[in-house]
């Protein structure tokens, strides 16, 4: 089973400013099967990126995605107040493959 | 729009049954692997099961594996788990989700998820 270790576990940051958060694998991963979600509390998960750099449908281009083998990154290019949120990486190779890493909070 | 509606979570006791229900809307269903997650209180994301378009293909954690089934009915356009021998640490809010790309069958992400319904399991 791949593990997936998001860092840091908390980042506190203010509006503007960029956030980079960070996942590894335990083992080299196909970027084709990297996702990254957000969610609120109260609420589902949201696609953010797949593929490890395709953002999803609506997702707007201040997110980014970038890495391959075992190290992966998102970006928020200038923090929103609607982005503090959980940010949770995810590897979706063949089942049961798979795992979601620890989470990331994003805070003001 | 793209819409799922889990239900059937409640209370139930340790070594109890339960089974929820996904209902699916604006896409069509028989096309897209289907999966469930779970969040425990204040804890992150748990893949719990997948299962193909056609529901030929399922696929389950080791936590779950052999205690719960998951189904489907195209018919329908619903999803289904069947939880057996539930256990304290399967208390989690249970979401589904879409796989994204028809084609890749469970090798896709999540692109839409239900709001959960929440299973507790206490005595």
């Known amino acids: 089973e791949i593990v997936l270790t998001q860092s840091p576990g908390t980042l506190s940051l203010s509006p503007g400013e960029r956030a980079t958060l960070s996942c590894r694998a335990s083992?080299?991963?196909?970027?084709?099967?990297l996702a990254w979600y957000q969610q609120k509390p109260g609420q589902a998960p949201r696609l953010l990126i797949y593929g490890a750099s395709s953002r999803a449908t609506g997702i707007p281009d201040r997110f980014s995605g970038s890495g391959s083998g075992t190290d992966f990154t998102l970006t928020i290019s200038r923090l929103e107040p609607e982005d503090f949120a959980v940010y949770y990486c995810?590897?979706?190779?063949?089942?049961?493959?798979?795992?979601f890493g620890g989470g990331t909070k994003v805070e003001i | 729009e793209v819409q799922l509606l889990e239900s059937g979570g409640g209370l139930v006791q340790p070594g109890g049954s339960l089974r929820l229900s996904c209902a699916a809307s604006g896409f069509t269903f028989a096309s897209y692997a289907m999966t469930w997650v779970r969040q425990a209180p204040g804890k992150g994301l748990e893949w719990v099961s997948g299962i193909s378009g056609s529901g030929g293909s399922t696929y389950y954690a080791d936590s779950v594996k052999g205690r719960f089934t998951i189904s489907r009915d195209n018919s329908k356009n619903t999803l289904y788990l069947q939880m057996n021998s539930l256990r304290t640490e399967d208390t989690a809010v249970y979401y589904c989700a879409k796989h994204q790309i028809p084609a890749a069958g469970t090798i896709s992400a999540f692109d839409y998820w239900g709001q959960g319904t929440l299973v507790t399991v206490s005595s």
């Open positions: 083992q080299s991963v196909s970027s084709s099967y």
């Open positions: 995810q590897h979706y190779g063949l089942s049961p493959q798979i795992t």
